[in-house]
């Protein structure tokens, strides 16, 4: 037996109201991990593009970074964007299906 959405589609999603600290926690730790990620490219971008000093041969040995597994990288997150668009897809199809009447 299906349950009919089209009564309560206002109620359908239940968000709570995150606190200022909270709030404030979590942009500190995304600005802190995006930090990384552009360091890491950083790194990786000077070597690919011969730009050898002591400072990033250090950062690179520290990283542990390997020319090997850029291609695995790559195609992991290839497959990964792959697995989510074909799953977004079908999940929407779903999610319009079921709530024909809500626009």
Do not use: C, P
Not at 35 to 56: E, H, I, P, T, W
Not at 72 to 77: D, E, G, H, N, P
């Amino acid at each position: 037996m299906k349950k009919n959405y089209d009564k309560d589609y206002e109620t359908f999603v239940i968000r709570k109201k995150s606190s200022l600290l909270r709030k404030l926690f979590h942009i500190a730790l995304f600005t802190i991990l995006w930090l990384y990620v552009v360091f890491v490219l950083v790194v990786n971008f000077a070597f690919l593009f011969g730009f050898y000093s002591d400072d990033f041969v250090s950062f690179y040995l520290l990283l542990n970074l390997n020319y090997q597994l850029y291609m695995k990288l790559l195609f992991a997150v290839i497959f990964l964007i792959a697995v989510t668009a074909i799953y977004s897809s079908f999940r929407l199809g779903y999610l319009r299906r079921v709530n024909k009447n809500v626009k």
